[in-house]
């Protein structure tokens, strides 16, 4: 079995790469404030480096981000799409809808606080809230809609987190297909939030999943059998099941890059 040791020399790649791209991240006050302990928890300046060049490769419209935690993805994700927003004419003319999923009620709290403050650093001025009985519409800019969910549905029914997914997803837009995801949602629902992807991407579009290195245990057991932990096992096998689909389906074609937490991007043929 490998030791932990042998990640040393990758650990140090990785850190060269993060504290070049740190400097310019907009958005460090996010990420430093997260509660817990949990700043961990965050994608690497890097990864959203790469979350951030891709969507403006690929110019997305409908968007869903699975697991805000704090908003530190979800800023990337919106400042990336408004690089690529209709202020720009000759590059996308539709306006961007973009739900993201958090679960827990005091980090959804958190990521409204902050998605707040950003949008009044961005506009000096507060959202433009419309609200129905369930969720809220955030206009952080007049090209982008942002919803926020506190997911409660998908707690209770985790194990058919694709159904509820599919719910909330056909209220927005309806039987239109969506152009991407990004799932860093809970690590033993990613099959579930594959099913969803199965069904509602359209083809060309884009998956983005964090963690599908599992932070180095995938490609430090060769079988689930070897894990003593439990809690880990479950989440090796649920991600292992997740990376063997995307690799070997004949609709995606992925690739995991190797990040320290492991970054996936597959795209819908
Ligand atoms: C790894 S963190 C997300 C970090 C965030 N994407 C970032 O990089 O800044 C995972 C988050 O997913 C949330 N979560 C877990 N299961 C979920 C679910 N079924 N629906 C929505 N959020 C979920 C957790 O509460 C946690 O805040």
Redesign the pocket.
Known sequence: MTKLNDFIPERKKQNYIDNLYSLFDQYQSIRKSSPDHLEH???SYSESRIISVLIQLHKPNKII??????????AHIIQALECVSPSDNSIKTDKSIFIT????KK?YSILRKNMLDLSLKKNNQNFNEKSDKNQKTNIINENIDIINFS?LD??TV?DN?DICLDNIKNRFFEKEKIDMIFI???KN?YPEYLKFANKNLRKGGLIIS??TLLFNSMNNYSNSDEILDKKLKKMWININSFNQELAHSELYYSIIIPTFHGMSIAIKV
């Open positions: 928890i965050q994608i981000e699975i697991g805000s935690f704090i908003g530190y993805s979800t999923f958090e679960k827990n980090y997911h998908l707690i985790n987190a860093d949602g809970s629902s964090d963690n």
